[in-house]
């Protein structure tokens, strides 16, 4: 009886054995297989914003739209909204966002506007009613109302666009150049 016994423990062990192997044989190729996927796989960045207004995301290989636009208005922002206080925090801001290639550039422009802004002793605003992403081309078209005020006083107000160029390199967004929109009174900045 005892060869019985022993004979049935024997097949139950052998039975084990395989159950076992064949788990860690399932286990192992879906080791392999989550490896190779996570070897492929881009990865994607998640920034979080003090206030978030749209879902963005950004990866290696680019921005989502949503990233582009509120770049796009933040920028804008800093660009068309100035008063002499303001605008050498604003350059500073600005020149950290900016292409290498555009920074010299930008800095001249943004000097050049804070002395005729000490000079006349003027301010403008813009009030944004529309951004247009074209992420193809990494370009956010702002339109709205520029408003200018000289000591405090509004001197004019016009519709004006800009449209903000941007180039994505090293997983940084960054301004390329700006331009004013079609039907504007002058060329790019």
Same mark, same amino acid.
Request: hydrophobic share 40%; with cysteine; net charge positive.
């Given at each position: 009886?005892?060869a019985?016994?022993? @004979? ?6 052998i039975y084990?054995? #395989?159950?076992l192997?064949? $788990?860690s $044989?399932?286990?192992?190729?879906s080791?392999?297989m %989550?490896?190779t ?5 881009s *990865?994607?960045?998640v $920034?979080?914003?003090?206030?978030i /207004?749209k879902e ?7 921005v989502?739209p949503?990233?582009? @636009? !509120?770049? =796009?208005c933040f920028? =804008? #922002? +800093?660009?068309l909204?100035k008063?002499? !206080?303001s ?5 500073a801001?600005?020149l950290?966002?900016?292409?290498s290639s555009y920074v &010299?550039?930008?800095?001249?422009k943004? $000097?050049e506007? *804070?002395?005729?802004?000490?000079k !006349?002793?003027?301010s ?5 009613k529309e951004?247009k992403?074209?992420?193809?081309? +990494?370009e956010v078209?702002l339109s &709205?109302d520029?408003q200018?005020?000289?000591?405090g006083? !509004?001197?004019?107000?016009d519709? @004006? ?5 941007? %180039?994505?390199?090293?997983?940084k +967004? ?7 929109? /079609? =039907?504007?009174?002058?060329?790019g900045?």
């Amino acid at each position: 009886m005892n060869a019985l016994v022993l @004979e049935k423990n024997i097949r139950f062990l052998i039975y084990q054995r #395989n159950v076992l192997v064949a $788990i860690s $044989i399932l286990v192992s190729l879906s080791l392999v297989m %989550t490896s190779t996927f996570l070897f492929f796989k881009s *990865e994607r960045i998640v $920034i979080t914003p003090p206030i978030i /207004e749209k879902e963005f995301w950004v990866d290696s290989n680019g921005v989502s739209p949503t990233y582009l @636009e !509120q770049m =796009g208005c933040f920028l =804008g #922002n +800093l660009l068309l909204n100035k008063s002499l !206080q303001s605008a050498p925090l604003q350059r500073a801001v600005l020149l950290r966002h900016t292409d290498s290639s555009y920074v &010299g550039i930008l800095r001249q422009k943004l $000097i050049e506007e *804070e002395e005729a802004l000490k000079k !006349q002793n003027t301010s403008y605003v813009f009030f944004p009613k529309e951004a247009k992403v074209n992420l193809q081309a +990494l370009e956010v078209v702002l339109s &709205g109302d520029r408003q200018a005020y000289v000591a405090g006083k !509004q001197v004019s107000s016009d519709s @004006e666009g800009y449209i903000l160029h941007f %180039t994505y390199s090293n997983s940084k +967004l960054l301004l390329k150049s700006l331009s004013f929109y /079609e =039907g504007s009174k002058s060329g790019g900045v």
